[in-house]
């Protein structure tokens, strides 16, 4: 981002209060703090006690739970599809973390989160009010194909055309920026989440196998490609017999693998194809020199960044820190905020929806 040089005032301000950003991820959620960078990346998971209703742990903590807990303690992820599912949740989720990065206690003037730009107005309000009371005096939303963008260091206030393919946990996003606005977008809700769900469903009808989210994730981390790998892969997973009820073991291939996630993979593309065919041709040929960015855990599957080159015929890039992109935005943004009105007015207008 194009700043001004910080005045006097802002510098002072800086030093005794905390601007934050935060990437409120499906699956895991980052924090950064003006001037130092991201400072935190935990889970976005919540134990919480049934019988009582008290929050017991968060992030990693609740993680390690999931699956694992008594009966009157459920650890649950609060957010489904990029969206707040369970407000109270997100709300003591959000105050946790925002505890852990600013234990100094020094004033929070300014929160900006990152959402998906497919929300509703009113799940723009719910992110907006939990991050009011976590605390924060003046909290802000950005779409995040937009802070994704600025944190790939993709230049969206020029007048040219910038596609990014932000695929998350819960949805996948794709939006052609230029000057310092997204001209065309599509937000689906199938991105890292469905890829596992597919894999889990594979699993279970092949195999009459089944297996916990951990497990699949696993899976999809060491098996899962989007092309045919030079030598194919296997992997020995363990999960319950659906017939028996015992413990029971699978030996599974990346081939397999492969054709069991084709079907989201195959929805992610179609989504670029659409955001293209929606596209000014004015920005197509940018698109067509420039090439596509792709940023979130999903950029990190193999082969996918091939797949998507050969069906839209375009180059593609991966992003130098594709899990970091959104909130690395946030933190572009939180460190112009005060000497921009540009950006200042940018976030505003987002955050009105």
């Keep these: 981002?194009?700043?001004?040089?910080?005045?006097?005032?802002?510098?002072?301000?800086?030093?005794?209060?905390?601007?934050?950003?935060?990437?409120?991820?499906?699956?895991?959620?980052?924090?950064?703090?003006?001037?130092?960078?991201?400072?935190?990346?935990?889970?976005?998971?919540?134990?919480?006690?049934?019988?009582?209703?008290?929050?017991?742990?968060?992030?990693?903590?609740a993680k390690r739970m999931l699956?694992?807990?008594?009966?009157?303690?459920?650890?649950?992820?609060?957010?489904?599809?990029?969206?707040?599912?369970?407000?109270?949740?997100?709300?003591?989720?959000?105050?946790?973390?925002?505890?852990?990065?600013n234990r100094r206690g020094a004033p929070l003037v300014n929160v900006v989160v990152g959402i998906p730009s497919g929300v509703t107005e009113v799940e723009r309000l719910a992110v907006i009010e939990a991050a009011r009371k976590a605390g924060a005096t003046k909290a802000y939303v950005i779409?995040?194909?937009?802070?994704?963008?600025?944190?790939?260091?993709?230049?969206?206030?020029d007048p040219q055309g910038s596609l990014i393919v932000d695929i998350g946990g819960g949805t996948t996003e794709v939006a052609m920026i230029s000057l310092g606005g997204i001209v065309q977008s599509r937000s689906i809700r199938v991105a890292g989440d469905e890829?596992?769900?597919?894999?889990?469903?594979?699993?279970?009808?092949?195999?009459?196998?089944?297996?916990?989210?951990?497990?699949?994730?696993?899976?999809?981390?060491?098996?899962?490609?989007?092309?045919?790998l030079e030598q194919e892969l296997t992997l020995t997973v363990k999960g319950r017999d659906l017939i028996t009820g015992l413990p029971k073991s699978a030996e599974i291939s990346s081939e397999e693998i492969r054709s069991a996630i084709s079907k989201p993979i195959q929805s992610i593309i179609e989504a670029i194809k659409l955001t293209l065919e929606n596209t000014p041709p004015e920005l197509h040929a940018d698109a067509a020199s420039d090439g596509i960015m792709l940023a979130g855990g999903g950029a990190l599957l193999r082969g996918l960044d091939q797949l998507i080159s050969?069906?839209?015929?375009?180059?593609?890039?991966?992003?130098?820190d594709p899990l970091s992109c959104v909130?690395?935005?946030?933190?572009?943004?939180?460190?112009?905020?005060?000497?921009?009105?540009?950006?200042?007015?940018?976030l505003e207008?987002?955050?009105?929806g």
């Design 1 to 61: 981002m194009k700043n001004e040089k910080p005045s006097f005032f802002s510098s002072i301000t800086r030093r005794f209060t905390r601007d934050i950003g935060i990437d409120l991820g499906t699956a895991n959620t980052l924090v950064s703090v003006g001037g130092r960078g991201i400072v935190l990346r935990e889970p976005s998971v919540v134990a919480i006690n049934k019988d009582t209703g008290k929050v017991i742990a968060v992030g990693e903590e």
């Design 67 to 101: 699956g694992r807990t008594p009966g009157n303690i459920v650890a649950i992820r609060p957010l489904r599809d990029g969206v707040i599912a369970d407000y109270h949740s997100t709300e003591e989720m959000l105050r946790y973390f925002i505890r852990r990065v």
């Design 143 to 157: 779409e995040e194909p937009m802070a994704a963008a600025i944190g790939a260091g993709l230049p969206v206030e």
């Design 195 to 228: 890829i596992d769900e597919a894999i889990t469903n594979y699993i279970r009808v092949a195999y009459n196998l089944a297996v916990g989210d951990r497990t699949a994730e696993q899976t999809k981390i060491e098996l899962a490609s989007a092309t045919p």
């Design 310 to 320: 050969e069906e839209t015929r375009l180059p593609v890039r991966i992003a130098r």
């Design 327 to 346: 909130v690395l935005g946030t933190g572009k943004m939180l460190d112009a905020l005060h000497d921009s009105p540009q950006i200042r007015r940018m």
């Design 349 to 352: 207008k987002a955050s009105k």
